[in-house]
């Protein structure tokens, strides 16, 4: 299915739009359930990656397909390494069986755990055979994926002696290791994080609690883009947010202040407002510590006519698509001046916009949502789109309820 949208007026009414609940915070948190047992979970993310893994949490077969969950196929890794007497092969999509997690499965086999590759040497699908593992201290490259870091930690409260990690080189998406720790912490895991050592104590049962996970600040990204890119004056209030987040994403608030958004908090929900014209007209910007909003943010640029620089954008090769290349492809078809290296991305200024250009989404739900909101500039065609369930069920539904005129095709 794809989505035509046109003729969306920039004067879009205060509306209020309630978004499912993290889906970082929701994947770490029913894999410490599923391991410490006695824990809740409320506003749990209903996106198509958390249902694969509480599918893969729940079933009992010994063949367990992912799809295009990331995260999930990280996290299971690790915890299916440390179920005793289970053996299971997980698999994903075609870009999934191309995602690397070697640095992970090597510092798992260090560990103990045994696992191999069933197709090609260092990519999903795994078969792993879960055993107790016996080693406390590993080492692990820290520039690759945050998300293989994260996977460690969330068994590391598990194994009999807690769990050492060493990271090597710069350690990159920080606010997602962050977040695990702090995760694992409301439960009654201790964890120390300093410098590039990070130290889990052994724990056996978490206290009974009930855990309300906040709504998810990525999925936010649109809104503020929407926001951006309205007349002056355009509000729009978002639930279940709170000002002391534990996602990266949440530094929007920050980065949105150059498109003249302000950010306002209640004490449940966040409002965007557009309260004036854009600042300068270069956008410089790292983004090694949020990198899911870097489509976004390019894409905002563009449709204000903005240049920007982009930096710390090395994962983004690695993710649901090469999304460098993809945006450089997709802004390129709208008339946008733009190029590329592994780590950057480099918008010039333009006025132009190309209207009625068919947006390829390269099976990634950021693809979508991110090109979604120029439908405030011109039309455009999002091929695909019912790839936002990834991580945004609702994402089409909401655009609507705020005034986006939608057409499937
Ligand atoms: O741990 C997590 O929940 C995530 C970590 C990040 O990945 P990287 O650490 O690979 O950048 C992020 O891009 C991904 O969407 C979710
Ligand atoms: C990169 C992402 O997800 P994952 O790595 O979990 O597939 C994302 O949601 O942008």
């Known amino acids: 299915m794809n989505i035509r949208i046109e003729g969306v007026t920039k004067k879009l009414i205060k509306e209020s739009i309630f978004i499912s609940g993290s889906k970082s915070e929701s994947n770490r948190l029913l894999i410490l359930q599923k391991l410490f047992s006695e824990l809740s979970i409320e506003n749990l993310s209903d996106s198509d990656d958390t249902h694969h893994l509480q599918h893969a949490l729940t079933t009992s077969d010994s063949e367990i397909n992912i799809g295009h969950a990331g995260t999930a196929m990280r996290f299971l890794t690790a915890f299916f ?14 870009r999934m069986h191309n995602r690397p997690i070697q640095i992970l499965v090597n510092a798992l086999r260090d560990l103990g755990a045994e696992i191999s590759y069933v197709e090609k040497e260092g990519y999903p699908p795994l078969k792993i055979s879960g055993k107790e593992l016996t080693q406390d201290t590993v080492k692990i490259n820290g520039n ?11 068994i590391a409260a598990s194994l009999p002696k807690g769990l050492t990690i060493e990271l090597i080189g710069k350690i990159t998406s920080i606010p997602y290791i962050e977040m695990t720790l702090s995760l694992m912490d409301q439960i009654g895991i201790k964890s120390q994080f300093e410098g590039q050592i990070i130290k889990v104590a052994p724990l056996k049962e978490a206290k009974a609690q009930t855990l309300v996970v906040e709504s998810d600040w990525s999925s936010a990204s649109y809104f503020y883009s929407i926001v951006a890119l309205c007349d002056v004056g355009t509000e729009i209030t978002l639930t279940a947010y709170k000002k002391e987040s534990l996602q990266g994403d949440s530094v929007l608030s920050e980065i949105y202040e150059h498109f003249g958004v302000e950010t306002s908090f209640d004490s449940n929900s966040v409002t965007l ?25 390019a894409v905002t ?15 983004l090769k690695i993710k649901e698509t090469d999304r460098l290349e993809a945006l ?43 090109f979604a909101p120029l439908g405030l500039r011109t039309s455009l065609e999002v091929i695909d789109a019912k790839v936002v369930t990834k991580s945004y069920r609702n994402f089409w539904s909401d655009l609507q309820q705020i005034g986006f005129q ?3 095709k």
């Open 144 to 154: 690759v994926s945050s998300q293989y870091i994260s996977a460690l930690l969330l």
């Open 406 to 408: 939608l057409t499937e």
């Open 81 to 94: 390494a440390t179920q005793n007497n289970r053996t299971v092969v997980l698999s994903g999509s075609d």
């Open 273 to 297: 407002k557009k309260v004036s014209e854009r600042g300068e007209n270069t956008l410089e910007v790292d983004l090694n510590k949020a990198p899911d909003i870097a489509q976004t943010i």
């Open 328 to 370: 450089k492809a997709e802004l390129t078809k709208m008339g946008a001046d733009i190029s590329v290296t592994d780590h950057s991305l480099h918008l010039q200024s333009s006025t132009k916009i190309n209207a009625d250009v068919a947006i390829e989404t390269y099976n990634d739900h950021r693809m979508a949502m991110a």
């Open 301 to 315: 640029c563009f449709g204000l006519g903005m240049s920007c620089n982009l930096f710390g954008l090395h994962t």
